[in-house]
């Protein structure tokens, strides 16, 4: 499993998919009147317009007490998206996509790790409404305020129940792109904040954008290829959960060999629509003395929970609740394909 692109991943799935133009927020003054657009409509807008401008921006995010300096740059161009993330004073790891190859620069360990993923899942991407979002989350208009001396609609996205966290969205009138999020707990309190200081929008970004401005002498390259077929006479085995939160439905389902694995990691993505998890299922080698115990984790917005069934280790990650990520991992079940002979 690729610690590295989980938290990237996830990183710049809520990251990018915010604030524009804005610095610190001016001090919030709502005024009601009457909308242009339902608040469902604002997300849509914000949506597209995230995915199909060109835009060079930096952007604080902020989580779990740290804040760190981002940089992104996103192009679409004759049909290819291309997107570069770089850390600006942090670990100065960079990111960079062009169609459905990624590549991740990880200077701290001197590697780079390159793989496929699907071509329009957008670093960027801000989740679509649809009838099925609805019925889960509460989509409301706050009203609107001036920040960075912007006009704004304030859109709040809050949960039904507890197995998802609630947005709030300061989306700019004229433009649609978003200029700050926050993202809040069954509480109410803040656990993620995103802030762009700067941004340029143009119609044209040259290919040298996206180039990793760390020189890779000497590092280590590393390939996530897809999994091979399964030996014949060997089961193959599907995973699926029983049963999951309500609203959640599988949309991934792929199997990979990842750096330091001796066999394939099968991937779920499980997604109401907004919230996402993903689940890694790795092969456990045969336990020596107790049974391994379920472990939990949290940082920031995001929740981990590792459990053992079947001899297989599954691993539930995503900027959820708690509840959630044990929720689905622990209902996960595999059925294997009949064996040779049988």
Not at 51 to 78: A, C, K, P
Not at 121 to 145: C, K, M, W
């Amino acid at each position: 499993m690729s610690s590295a692109l989980r938290s990237s991943g996830r990183l710049a799935g809520l990251a990018l998919a915010w604030a524009v133009v804005g610095a610190a927020a001016a001090e919030e003054v709502v005024q009601k009147i009457a909308p242009e657009f339902t608040p469902a409509q604002w997300l849509e807008r914000m949506d597209h317009a995230l995915t199909t401008r060109n835009y060079d921006g930096t952007f604080s995010h902020w989580q779990g007490g740290r804040m760190e300096l981002l940089r992104i740059i996103h192009r679409v161009q004759d049909g290819t998206v291309s997107e570069r993330l770089a850390s600006l004073d942090g670990s100065g790891r960079e990111f960079i996509r062009t169609g459905s190859s990624l590549a991740c620069y990880l200077p701290d360990r001197r590697t780079v790790l390159v793989e496929q993923r699907p071509a329009e899942e957008s670093l960027v991407g801000f989740p679509t409404v649809n009838d099925q979002t609805a019925s889960f989350y509460d989509i409301r208009e706050a009203g609107h305020t001036r920040l960075n001396r912007r006009d704004t609609h304030v859109i709040t996205v809050s949960p039904r129940d507890e197995y998802r966290y609630g947005y709030r969205l300061w989306i700019d009138a004229s433009t649609a792109m978003p200029l700050k999020s926050q993202l809040a707990d069954a509480h109410g309190q803040v656990i993620e904040q995103i802030v762009f200081a700067s941004l340029t929008l143009s119609s044209h970004i040259p290919d040298s954008a996206f180039r990793p401005e760390i020189s890779t002498e000497g590092f280590q390259w590393l390939r996530n290829d897809a999994a091979p077929h399964p030996q014949p006479g060997v089961a193959a085995l599907a995973w699926s959960a029983m049963s999951l939160p309500p609203g959640f439905r599988m949309t991934v389902r792929s199997a990979q060999v990842l750096p330091g694995s001796a066999s394939p990691v099968d991937h779920l993505v499980f997604t109401d629509g907004f919230a996402s998890v993903s689940v890694f299922v790795e092969r456990q080698p045969a336990p020596s003395g107790e049974q391994p115990v379920p472990e939990s984790a949290a940082v920031g917005s995001s929740s981990a929970f590792s459990t053992v069934v079947d001899g297989h280790k599954i691993t539930a990650v995503g900027e959820v609740p708690p509840a959630t990520v044990r929720f689905i991992a622990s209902q996960l079940k595999a059925q294997g394909a009949p064996s040779a002979g049988r």
